[in-house]
């Protein structure tokens, strides 16, 4: 197998990961959330759509809309983290990193947002920051923006449980 085949196949093999986690949450198909990753870096895509509109007057995304983006932004990110190290240690597939409770997601100790300034009607992106992941207890933020990633519109700092490994893994 040539280098460049084998690199298709890593990035294939964390494609499927990523995947498997996103496609395990139904409300993230709801909400219209995507991920684009490059390398290990995720970066949540939450697209437009009426049914996000709290506020039309405004119109405003609705403030329980940006809430679960963000959420789901540092949820992602944390099964997202464990998950793509526990690749780079051993070659594994997606299944295999399932199997072993990597893609299963961490329980919200508590969560709060920001709101900074209204979420207009536009797309908007999210980049969770892991502050500390350990076996137990993981500490995330969150930065939401819509055109100007200087211009936030949400941040939002969460604590999470996370959950257990199986043995061996």
Same mark, same amino acid.
């Given at each position: ?21 996103v496609d395990s949450v139904p409300y993230i198909k709801f909400l219209g959330?995507?991920? $684009? ?12 759509? $009426? ?12 403030? +329980? ?44 100790? $508590?969560?709060?947002? $920001?709101?900074?300034?209204? +979420? ?13 992941? +350990? ?22 700092? +969460? ?11």
């Open positions: 197998m040539s280098k460049t085949e084998a690199l298709q196949v890593i990035k294939k093999r964390r494609d499927g990961a990523l995947a498997a986690l959330i995507s991920f $684009d990753r490059r390398g290990d870096e995720l970066t949540a895509l939450m697209q437009f759509s $009426d049914k996000l509109i709290g506020n039309p007057a405004l119109p405003a995304i609705h403030g +329980g809309a940006t809430a679960s983006f963000l959420e789901t932004a540092a949820l992602i990110e944390l099964a997202w983290q464990r998950a793509w190290n526990a690749m780079e240690e051993s070659p594994q597939d997606a299944e295999t990193v399932a199997a072993a409770g990597y893609l299963r997601l961490p329980k919200t100790i $508590d969560f709060t947002v $920001d709101y900074l300034r209204p +979420g207009l009607a536009r797309d908007c992106y999210a980049r969770a920051t892991v502050n500390r992941s +350990g076996r137990r207890y993981a500490s995330v933020h969150v930065e939401a923006w819509q055109d100007n990633r200087a211009k936030l519109f949400a941040q939002a700092t +969460g604590h999470f449980l996370m959950p257990r490994l199986e043995t061996g893994a």
